[in-house]
Every structure is written in structure tokens, then in C-alpha cells.
């Protein structure tokens, strides 16, 4: 079993759509929870970063941690065609600085 | 101005071949890394350097060898290249020290071995 376990997609969804995409994990210790957005033949870019549980919003993009879970959510607003890309959950805990990714979901928005 | 660049973008050679991947950053961070990220979009950390010191050294073959002359720059120089090196190969930095710091990642080095 994966450390970290995110659901490949492809998930296809309207534009304007609220798009939810999930990561869930077995290390206790991860206190750290960021999401990169990667679009196609470029470098993960960093979209949300958080501490321990809690949600956090910027602007379109709400990030929700449920450490009793082990479950992080990425939520997306108002869906456009240029959120098209893939979304990389990664996380780590607070004795180094080593990230563990998910395994990426592909999201297209078509208009 | 790219804040983590990486040459070359592609990078296709022969099996056995001996090959050097580059990487600069210009974010004044103390900690580099390189990843590899095979065609499922995987994406693992191989090594990180903080101020030119090894911290990381993942299960990775002996082939690959990392050098940071500088902390501004992180190499990885691969010998006896094999089928299954070919992957892309990310770049990234951070402020280093402990607890998750975020990353800045390049655009990629995409490696085809023929």
C-alpha cells in the first residue's frame, strides 16, 4: 500500500462545476498538506500549502485537511478550461523536509 | 526571470550512454532536489542537497550521482544509462530545515534512452 493514495481520473467535468479531488494517507506523523497544480510538460506548481487540520480558502481553491481521517481535499469553484491540468497531493512531517506525493488526478473542464 | 531552470529540456541518447542533467535556482534557498517522475505521473525524490551537503539519498542505483558545486546549483550525472531511466527528471528548492517546506520545481528534463 502507497503512503499516499489519490484517484488517477480522469475526472471530466463542465465548466463552471464545483470539482472536489481527494488524497488519503496511513502516516500519522504528516502535519504538513500541500497541493501542486502540474499542467502538461511543465513543473508541479504550488497551489495551496497547510498545517495540520483545517480548511483554507484563496480565492476559487478551498484546501480541507481531516487529520482524524487521514483525508485532504482540494476544492474547486467555478471550474474554467484553464484549471485543466493535473493535481499532485503531497504532504510530510516535521522532522524533515521530504515530500510524499500522490499519484496525480487529471482534471479536464470542457466549456 | 525562472526562479528553477534545468538543461536541457530533452535529452534523448543510446543505451550505455554517460549523461548530465543541470540545474540552477536563483531563490537565494538553501536546500535542491531532484525527483523523477515516470509515465504514470509519479513523482519520487531521489536526492536533496542543503548547502552543498547530501541529506537525502533515496534507493536509487549508484549510477546516478548528484554534485552541487554551489547552493544555487544541483547536477545529476548519470552513467550506463538503461530502458528504464527514461522518465522526465525534475529540479526543485526550498528554504530547507524541517517541516514541509514548500518546493519550487523546474520545468523538467525529459530523458528518452533509445
Known amino acids: 500500500q502507497k503512503e499516499v493514495e489519490q484517484d488517477p481520473g480522469p475526472l471530466s467535468v463542465p465548466e463552471g462545476a464545483i470539482v472536489s479531488l481527494n488524497c488519503t494517507y496511513s502516516n500519522s506523523a504528516f502535519q504538513y498538506f500541500m497541493w501542486y497544480r502540474q499542467y502538461s510538460r511543465k513543473g508541479p506548481e504550488l497551489l495551496m500549502y497547510?498545517?495540520?487540520?483545517g480548511n483554507k480558502e484563496d480565492g476559487r481553491f478551498t484546501a480541507q485537511v481531516d487529520k482524524s481521517s487521514k483525508y485532504i481535499s482540494l476544492f474547486i469553484r467555478d471550474s474554467q478550461p484553464s484549471d485543466s491540468a493535473t493535481y499532485l497531493c503531497a504532504m510530510s512531517d516535521s522532522d524533515t523536509d521530504k515530500l510524499i506525493f500522490g499519484t496525480g488526478t487529471r482534471l479536464q473542464v470542457f466549456p | 526571470d525562472t526562479a528553477v531552470s534545468q538543461t536541457p529540456k530533452y535529452l534523448v541518447t543510446q543505451m550505455g550512454n554517460d549523461k548530465s542533467i543541470k540545474c540552477e535556482q536563483n531563490?537565494?534557498?538553501?536546500?535542491m532536489y531532484w525527483y523523477k517522475q515516470d509515465s504514470k505521473k509519479f513523482l519520487k525524490i531521489m536526492f536533496s542537497y542543503n548547502n552543498k551537503e547530501l541529506i537525502i539519498n533515496e534507493t536509487v542505483p549508484n549510477r546516478f550521482s548528484p554534485k552541487s558545486p554551489d547552493k544555487a546549483h544541483l547536477n545529476l550525472h548519470i552513467n550506463s544509462l538503461e530502458l528504464g531511466d527514461s522518465a522526465v527528471y525534475f529540479c526543485?528548492?526550498?528554504?530547507?530545515?524541517?517541516?514541509?517546506?514548500?518546493?519550487?520545481f523546474g520545468d523538467g528534463t525529459r530523458l528518452s534512452i533509445l
Open positions: 497547510t498545517y495540520s487540520s
Open positions: 531563490l537565494g534557498h538553501d536546500t
Open positions: 526543485a528548492s526550498s528554504q530547507g530545515g524541517r517541516g514541509g517546506q514548500p518546493q519550487h
